[in-house]
């Protein structure tokens, strides 16, 4: 089953137990072991500086703006660059027990856990900079001041983590399309149908016509044509092939419809074409059966 939560509803039914909060203040020489809390969550804003941070055994870079979040249980190791010594604000909290073991998570199991900086980090920085001070001054109502902190913290969290999703779904699907016109460009002279392609990829039919188009500003059928179509023609200047040999080596059985589609994306007859342009190449082409 697949269940997802409106992320208001999820963090604004759930009240969090705050653990602890700090800051780390540029220390060179700073790291921490290979380490992590089976009982609580924890969420480290970088302020300034950068650092490394293996993940489950994967290794991360993050420097000013970026987040780091573990969900509790994820093993991990910290270490500042001397050069550029680290500045963070750090939380650990867990949430309250009635919580379902299946919904204890800060962000989803298998995403990523580092959120690159992007337009709410500014936003998130201050509200980590509340928290801290809330913590740190703990004056009259402090507990209650930093609950509503941290649930405004966990929406921004959620925000910046489906930029980033939406980021790099644009990414991938760039990347894809790139590969599907490379396909094109290299079997246009095949008998492709674009159900038949979307099945090689993987990927549903409307899917790829909707982001092909996003990338290339035409869809994948009309870059066929327009990519056949100038073959054609630089087979129409530079041999002296026949129209119908022309149509086969470009993808078309019939040289009508080659015909047909040439006319209309060209602007003119194939012959028309020939004859306008492949003068300066070979003389008098009159005598060319076509």
Same mark, same amino acid.
């Given at each position: 089953?697949?269940?997802?939560?409106?992320?208001?509803?999820?963090?604004?039914?759930?009240?969090?137990?705050?653990?602890?909060?700090?800051?780390?203040?540029?220390?060179?020489?700073?790291?921490?072991?290979?380490?992590?809390?089976?009982?609580?969550?924890?969420?480290?804003?970088?302020?300034?500086?950068?650092?490394?941070?293996?993940?489950?055994?994967?290794?991360?870079?993050?420097?000013?703006?970026?987040?780091?979040?573990?969900?509790?249980?994820?093993?991990?190791?910290?270490?500042?660059?001397?050069?550029?010594?680290?500045?963070?604000?750090?939380?650990?909290?867990?949430?309250?027990?009635?919580?379902?073991?299946?919904?204890?998570?800060?962000?989803?199991?298998? +995403? =990523?856990? &580092? !959120? #690159?900086? $992007?337009?709410?980090? %500014?936003?998130?920085?201050?509200?980590?900079? @509340?928290?801290?001070?809330?913590?740190?001054?703990?004056?009259?109502?402090?507990?209650?001041?930093?609950?509503?902190?941290?649930?405004?913290?966990?929406?921004?969290?959620?925000?910046?983590?489906?930029?980033?999703?939406? +980021? =790099?779904? &644009? !990414? #991938?699907? $760039?990347?894809?399309? %790139?590969?599907?016109?490379?396909?094109?460009? @290299?079997?246009?002279?095949?008998?492709?149908?674009?159900?038949?392609?979307?099945?090689?990829?993987?990927?549903?039919?409307?899917?790829?016509?909707?982001?092909?188009?996003?990338?290339?500003?035409?869809?994948?059928?009309?870059?066929?044509?327009?990519? #056949?179509?100038?073959?054609?023609?630089?087979?129409?200047?530079?041999?002296?092939?026949?129209?119908?040999?022309?149509?086969?080596?470009?993808?078309?059985?019939?040289?009508?419809?080659?015909?047909?589609?040439?006319?209309?994306?060209?602007?003119?007859?194939?012959?028309?074409?020939?004859?306008?342009?492949?003068?300066?190449?070979?003389?008098?082409?009159?005598?060319?059966?076509?």
């Amino acid at each position: 089953m697949d269940t997802r939560h409106e992320p208001e509803q999820r963090y604004e039914d759930q009240d969090c137990i705050i653990i602890y909060v700090g800051k780390l203040a540029g220390n060179p020489q700073w790291s921490f072991p290979t380490h992590k809390h089976d009982d609580l969550h924890e969420i480290i804003y970088v302020n300034e500086g950068k650092g490394s941070f293996t993940i489950d055994g994967a290794k991360h870079l993050a420097q000013k703006g970026d987040l780091l979040i573990y969900n509790r249980g994820t093993l991990h190791e910290e270490k500042s660059d001397p050069e550029y010594p680290l500045s963070t604000f750090y939380c650990g909290f867990r949430f309250k027990e009635d919580i379902h073991s299946d919904a204890d998570w800060v962000v989803p199991p298998g +995403s =990523e856990p &580092i !959120i #690159r900086a $992007n337009r709410y980090s %500014e936003e998130l920085h201050t509200l980590m900079q @509340t928290l801290f001070s809330e913590f740190s001054i703990r004056e009259d109502g402090y507990e209650r001041i930093s609950q509503h902190v941290l649930k405004a913290v966990l929406l921004i969290i959620e925000r910046m983590s489906r930029h980033q999703q939406s +980021s =790099e779904q &644009i !990414i #991938r699907s $760039n990347t894809l399309a %790139e590969s599907i016109k490379d396909y094109l460009d @290299t079997n246009y002279r095949q008998n492709i149908k674009l159900k038949e392609l979307a099945e090689q990829f993987h990927i549903d039919f409307y899917y790829l016509i909707h982001m092909y188009k996003n990338r290339y500003g035409t869809s994948p059928y009309h870059y066929l044509i327009q990519r #056949r179509m100038g073959e054609a023609t630089r087979l129409l200047v530079s041999t002296k092939k026949k129209i119908w040999e022309i149509a086969k080596l470009v993808g078309y059985d019939n040289p009508n419809y080659f015909t047909i589609l040439f006319t209309k994306t060209v602007g003119e007859s194939p012959r028309s074409f020939r004859k306008r342009n492949q003068k300066d190449m070979f003389g008098d082409t009159s005598s060319h059966s076509s």
